[in-house]
């Protein structure tokens, strides 16, 4: 059962919190097309909650307005209960929202722990002078930020190559240094742009545990986009469903499966 306030409780006995992000009658346009129309969904503290729906449906700029790349011209984004006022990312950033993306955008001459190591920016309080000279307060936050950084490498299990620089990893790791590197911030809602997009068979199965164990273990809260379907219903405890810019489905992974309109809209079968 779904409360405004308290949450719910997962099918497997996990105890869903409150709403954490409120999306109310989003609408972005873009010239004359509407990519997102009159959208409506929340997300709950420490739920995985899915964005899916067909190529061009409105998923990914439905991401970047939860992130504050873009700006809807109608409707109102709430985090922690406050009304987001138009910010730039790197202020969302602050407010404990990381994000990774569809296509990897990593600083490729720079090792996998320096690509790490820059998820901590945002936490840096050490003035310019000081960071220069790496004295005080500059050097004690290095320390802190790079034991952070090391716990998070350990976690997803790349020891191994923290000192390679990141262009002459394979794909798959590339995406999961990325991971890292959100982590990296701990992030109160983690925002995942496909993150299966790529992977084989083996290196899905091992970004699926890394989702759930990020879940369980930190209590990060997660919304993400991804085209596997089996993947989507076996991680998400809800998911909403879009289509040309409009919401067709939202609920349970079994309430979407079974959703005539959500199955229409996959299997490209008309409506009368």
């Known amino acids: 059962m779904l409360d405004q306030e308290q949450g719910y409780v997962t099918a497997d006995g996990r105890q869903i919190g409150g709403t954490v992000m409120d999306m109310r009658n989003i609408t972005l346009r873009f010239g004359g097309v509407t990519a997102i129309k009159d959208i409506s969904f929340d997300i709950r503290e420490g739920e995985i909650r899915a964005i899916i729906g ?18 809807p011209q109608e409707g109102d984004v709430y985090f922690r209960g406050q009304k987001r006022a138009p910010m730039r ?30 998820g ?4 840096m309080k050490a003035g310019i002078l000081s960071q220069a000279l790496w004295r005080g307060k500059a050097e004690k936050e290095e320390v802190e930020n790079r034991e952070i950084c090391e716990k998070v490498i350990d976690f997803l299990e790349i020891q191994h190559i923290r000192k390679t620089p990141v262009a002459r990893l394979p794909y798959g790791l590339k995406k999961r240094v990325e991971l890292a590197r959100a982590l990296a911030s701990e992030p109160k809602l983690l925002l995942l742009d496909e993150p299966m997009a790529g992977m084989n068979v083996e290196e899905k199965e091992d970004m699926s545990r890394f989702i759930l164990d990020v879940n369980d273990e930190f209590g990060t809260t997660i919304a993400l986009i ?8 076996d991680l998400s405890d ?17 309430e979407v499966r079974n959703n005539q309109e959500v199955i229409d809209a996959y299997l490209g079968v008309s409506h009368d």
């Open 54 to 71: 067909p190529n061009g449906a409105g998923k990914s700029s439905m991401l970047n307005v939860i992130s504050g790349f873009y700006v």
């Open 89 to 118: 990312p790197y202020e969302v950033a602050r407010q404990g929202i990381a994000r990774t993306f569809q296509n990897i955008a990593l600083f490729e001459g720079m090792s996998v722990l320096d690509n790490v190591m820059t």
């Open 120 to 123: 901590r920016l945002t936490q």
């Open 226 to 233: 991804e085209h596997d379907m089996g993947v989507v219903m």
């Open 238 to 254: 809800r998911v909403v469903v879009m289509d040309y810019g409009r919401k067709i489905g939202d609920g349970t992974p079994d």
